[in-house]
C-alpha cells in the first residue's frame, strides 16, 4: 500500500511476491484449523489483507526516524 492506494504496476513487484503469497495461501487452505498471522514492515501506510479465514496479513505504518509499536500480540 503507498498512501492508502495499493502499488501500481510499476512498484508493486518491488514490494509484493506473488510466490511468497502463493506459498502462504496454499499452506493455509491445506491447514485450515491452523491460524496464519504474517506480520510485514518496512513500509510507510499500514495494511490489513484477510484473503482466507484462517490466514490475515498486516504490515505497520513508519516514518523516518519515528519508529513506533504497532501493536501488542499476546499470546
Same mark, same amino acid.
Given at each position: 500500500?503507498?498512501?492508502? *492506494? @495499493? ?17 502462504? /495461501? ?12 504474517? /506480520? ?7 495494511? =490489513?489483507?484477510?484473503? /482466507? ?9 513508519? *516514518? =523516518?526516524?519515528?519508529? @513506533?509499536?504497532?501493536?501488542? @500480540? *499476546?499470546?
Amino acid at each position: 500500500m503507498h498512501e492508502g *492506494e @495499493i502499488s501500481n504496476d510499476d512498484y508493486l513487484p518491488f514490494f509484493a511476491s506473488k510466490i511468497t503469497g502463493d506459498v502462504l /495461501l496454499n499452506a493455509a487452505k491445506d491447514n485450515p484449523d491452523i491460524d496464519f498471522l504474517v /506480520l510485514c514492515g518496512h513500509t510507510h501506510s499500514s495494511s =490489513y489483507y484477510k484473503p /482466507l479465514d484462517n490466514l490475515t496479513v498486516k504490515a505497520g505504518s513508519a *516514518e =523516518y526516524g519515528k519508529p @513506533i509499536v504497532q501493536e501488542v @500480540i *499476546e499470546l
